[in-house]
């Protein structure tokens, strides 16, 4: 079974970083493509970015594209989404996601979910 714990949020000041990391634990992490997404308070859960197993493939939304960065270490089991220039538009909850076949480019197609970690950008 796999399992995804998120790490990193917190509260940050309009243009400051935060750093999230997931680590996947249960099955093997080089097998999962992985992404983030994120959802806001009455909205719909959203696509960030995602990366291929390789870390060779990443895409990101038009909305975080330059400012987020997505990466793996495959040796740690983990993945990141190093986050600059936040914006009050990027407060959600943001979770990690995996995938056993499938490099998305949407949010809810993902085979499987973390628990989120709050992002909040104050102005």
């Known amino acids: 079974q796999v399992q995804l714990v998120e790490s990193g949020g917190g509260l940050v000041q309009a243009g400051g970083s935060l750093r999230l990391s997931c680590v996947l634990s249960g099955r093997t992490f080089t097998s999962y493509a992985m992404g983030w997404c994120r959802q806001a308070a009455g909205k719909e859960r959203e696509f960030v970015a995602s990366?291929?197993?390789?870390?060779?493939?990443?895409y990101y939304a038009d909305s975080v594209k330059g400012r987020f960065t997505i990466s793996r270490d495959n040796a740690k089991n983990t993945v990141y989404l190093q986050m600059n220039s936040l914006k009050p538009e990027d407060t959600a909850v943001y979770y990690c996601?995996?995938?056993?076949?499938?490099?998305?480019?949407?949010?809810?197609?993902?085979?499987?979910w973390g628990q989120g970690t709050q992002v909040t950008v104050s102005s």
């Open positions: 996601a995996a995938d056993r076949h499938t490099l998305h480019t949407t949010a809810n197609e993902f085979d499987y």
């Open positions: 990366i291929a197993w390789s870390g060779a493939t990443t």
